[in-house]
């Protein structure tokens, strides 16, 4: 298929969210860039959809550019996050007025390649900059490459992990000899005993995890698990539904014997597992280390983040997903703003330190490596999570913020909550994933 009829399939798909209610709120560079007039305002014009602690600090990594760089300026747009902003950047890029650099989950990156919206990156010169494979971490670099091409400078690896509540593991017993990790755990029968050593220990809970219309971190939750026993539950570019029948009645009947038997709430909404976490009532929490900042503040609350442990198969599994650095197909796109782009695109690889404060892991390693980051806790700690990192399957319809996730996320709950059983999850599963594999996708993956 070609790039200009994929693009068109694209935002035939896309383009009514952006139309019915994003172009109200976009800022200039969108607003002009649709009309064909958008202007070359600075020397970088980079977007991103990065606010709160995320957007303060890639604030600071802008302004280390433009110190570095006195003769250069960057114009930063912050757009809505999810389908709008994709939506939005697929717009624009068709419109022929895209932004310089853009940022993108990796999880979206094979839709935004097949589509024809981006340049591969060495194209651009990043390698004689020294951004080559061998310095990021593999899985990220690997989810970077789309059919031999890679389209994507990976900036980090925000997994799913472990928290614990460090007073409470000491009363349990879990803490290692050294105080400052948790002991082995080497399957479910082990980390079932923890939460209840947890709960022995005076919490509540032995764990606690957001599922009350909360789909996607569900979805998390049960790609985590299932990945350590068996392949993607899509699979020919998300046109095949390919279920591990065994595992996912395997992942569900575990999930399950944690909720059933007190060990953790069946139903939870965002705040109450807050609330629960921060007062020591739950000894555990399930989530993505961008919930660090949430914790960090809490008056007299020690806590610590890890991997979890190996669950269901031999070797501990990550879901994971990244953001990267994207650059925009333009055909307009001068040699030296491409030059610009790609001098913008290494310092903030450089200042990704900065971005490991909110709880990214660097995905450049030298970052990584560097006391700088090592010096952070407890990001230092879960390191390894984004080794074992296991993405969304490859799929137009997959990806961060995707109605993908909040459906398959929602059957999860279900089966949480105790209202659907094991083997009738895994129907429900098939069924969910049959609407997606059936239906005329954009563009041809793959």
């Not at 959809?49 to 912050?78: Q, W, Y």
């Amino acid at each position: 298929m070609s790039g200009a009829l994929g693009r068109r399939r694209f935002l035939a798909l896309g383009g009514g969210l952006a139309l019915s209610g994003g172009l109200a709120a976009c800022s200039s560079p969108l607003a002009t860039g649709l009309a064909g007039t958008q202007p070359d305002t600075a020397d970088v014009i980079f977007w991103n959809l990065f606010t709160g602690g995320d957007g303060a600090n890639m604030v600071l990594m802008e302004n280390a550019f433009r110190k570095a760089h006195p003769g250069l300026s960057v114009e930063a747009t912050i757009l809505g996050w999810g389908n709008p902003y994709y939506t939005k950047l697929a717009l624009a890029t068709a419109s022929g007025t895209p932004p310089d650099v853009g940022i993108a989950h990796l999880s979206r990156l094979p839709l935004l390649a097949a589509a024809g919206l981006l340049e591969p990156v060495q194209d651009a010169g990043v390698g004689e900059l020294g951004i080559t494979a061998d310095k990021f971490t593999p899985a990220a670099w690997k989810k970077a490459t789309v059919d031999g091409t890679v389209y994507a400078v990976p900036l980090d690896t925000h997994p799913f992990v472990l928290f614990y509540n460090s007073d409470l593991a000491r009363k349990a017993g879990l803490l290692d000899a050294a105080g400052d990790g948790l002991k082995p755990m080497k399957d479910g029968a082990a980390f079932t005993d923890a939460l209840r050593a947890m709960k022995d220990a005076g919490a509540q809970y032995g764990a606690v995890m957001s599922t009350t219309a909360d789909p996607s971190t569900c979805w998390r939750y049960f790609s985590m698990i299932y990945s350590g026993i068996a392949g993607p539950v899509v699979t020919d570019a998300g046109t095949k539904v390919d279920v591990d029948d065994d595992a996912a009645r395997s992942t569900f009947a575990f999930m399950q014997s944690l909720t059933a038997g007190g060990l953790m709430p069946k139903s939870l909404t965002g705040s109450g597992v807050n609330a629960l976490f921060s007062t020591g009532k739950a000894g555990f929490l399930f989530d993505g280390e961008w919930q660090i900042p949430t914790y960090r503040g809490v008056k007299d609350f020690h806590f610590n983040v890890v991997p979890f442990p190996a669950l269901l198969g031999p070797k501990p599994v990550a879901y994971a997903d990244s953001h990267s650095l994207v650059i925009p197909r333009s055909g307009k796109r001068s040699s030296a703003r491409t030059a610009h782009a790609a001098l913008f695109i290494k310092s903030l690889l450089d200042n990704s330190a900065i971005w490991a404060h909110g709880g990214h892991v660097p995905a450049w390693l030298s970052t990584q490596r560097s006391t700088a980051f090592l010096d952070q806790t407890p990001q230092r700690n879960y390191v390894q999570a984004a080794f074992n990192a296991v993405y969304d399957p490859v799929a137009w319809y997959t990806g961060a913020g995707s109605d993908f996730q909040t459906t398959v996320g929602s059957t999860v709950i279900e089966v949480i909550a105790g209202r659907l059983s094991p083997k009738s999850g895994v129907s429900r599963l098939r069924s969910d994933l049959k609407r997606y594999t059936t239906a005329r996708p954009p563009v041809t993956i793959g």
